[in-house]
Nanobody, 122 residues
Framework: QVRLVESGGGSVQVGGSLRLSCEAS????????MGWFRQAPGKEREGVAL???????SYLASVEGRFTISRDDAKSTLSLQMNSLQPEDTAMYYC????????????????WGQGTQVTVSS
């Protein structure tokens, strides 16, 4: 059984940084795509950053240049370095994975973590 567990969320002030981590366990071999999604209160869940098994990355336009996604398949971990955080980045952040090609379609991801809260205050 696949399990994804996020950590690293917290409360920071505008301009601060956080690093989120996601540890995968179970049958994680050959996850082709892993990604970070977020959901703010009253809003739909949206993709933030994706990375495939060969290291190709994609970002939500509003986080491009501020966030960096990375993965270490040897350690079954996914990370998201978030710099220059803004109030609009406040949300619950989720790690997700799928066997196929990367997609921004939330419904295409079979495996999800429980989420970690990020709060940015001014």
């Amino acid at each position: 059984q696949v399990r994804l567990v996020e950590s690293g969320g917290g409360s920071v002030q505008v301009g601060g940084s956080l690093r989120l981590s996601c540890e995968a366990s179970g049958y994680t071999y050959n996850f082709y795509c892993m990604g970070w999604f977020r959901q703010a209160p009253g809003k739909e869940r949206e993709g933030v950053a994706l990375i495939d098994r060969i290291g190709s990355t994609s970002y939500l336009a509003s986080v491009e240049g501020r966030f960096t996604i990375s993965r270490d398949d040897a350690k079954s971990t996914l990370s998201l370095q978030m710099n220059s955080l803004q109030p609009e980045d406040t949300a619950m952040y989720y790690c997700a994975a799928l066997w196929g090609r990367c997609s921004w379609d939330v419904g295409g991801y079979r495996y999800w973590g429980q989420g970690t809260q990020v709060t940015v205050s001014s």
